[in-house]
């Protein structure tokens, strides 16, 4: 019966490998060197700047938009003082033409006026539905009579033709009667009022 070899011990010269620990194999990849970091990711915009960029662009373009409204309300407003202002110039051309051309003819029917209501003050009821009737139409074209007011003399409507002995203090200056009937047409004195005046004797 043969006898099995003994065992290999640990420094046994005949199994070096046993003795000191076997390196790892050669790692077949190419040395890249360190890892680099993974680059730092920047920070994202700060969503409150960019609320406040959008309020103050939103700002900016109301004020543009406000100038813009106020120039043209200026315009706007120039231009329509211009046209009031070429509108009266016409009208007032208009009245005067009229009045040249119209004021004349007036006239001479106020002078029928006064003959027909001095037959009326005699008691002729024709004659006074006539004078009516030509007031009318002297109304119609702006000629309106000049209101009776008992009160002090007004030189700018009325004209003194006589006087009347005056009753008491407070009478002195102030209108006794109206002889003839003053007209106007619009504020224009066409025809005074003719009155006598109290007076102080």
Do not use: C, W
């Not at 409204?69 to 211009?82: C, G, P, V």
């Not at 002078?111 to 008691?123: C, F, S």
């Not at 004209?159 to 619009?186: F, H, K």
């Amino acid at each position: 019966m043969t006898t099995p070899p003994p065992l290999p011990q640990p420094g046994d010269p005949a199994v070096p490998h046993l003795a000191e620990p076997i390196a790892p194999p050669p790692d077949p990849r190419p040395d890249l060197g360190p890892v680099p970091a993974p680059p730092a990711t920047a920070p994202g915009p700060d969503p409150f700047a960019v609320v406040a960029d959008a309020v103050d662009g939103m700002r900016d373009e109301l004020a543009a938009l406000g100038d813009q409204f106020r120039r043209r309300l200026l315009n706007d407003r120039e231009a329509r003082r211009s046209l009031d202002g070429l509108l009266t110039e016409l009208d007032q051309a208009r009245r005067a033409a009229e009045g040249r051309i119209v004021q004349p003819l007036l006239y001479d029917l106020v002078l029928v006026v006064d003959r027909v209501e001095r037959q009326a003050a005699q008691g002729d009821a024709f004659a006074g539905s006539v004078a009516a009737e030509l007031l009318g139409v002297l109304e119609k074209y702006g000629m309106t009579r000049i209101p009776v007011t008992a009160g002090p003399f007004d030189p700018g409507l009325q004209e003194a033709v006589g006087t009347i002995t005056a009753l008491s203090p407070e009478q002195n200056g102030r209108v006794a009667e109206v002889v003839r009937p003053g007209y106007r047409m619009d504020e224009r004195v066409v025809r005074p009022q003719q009155v006598r005046v109290h007076t102080e004797r």
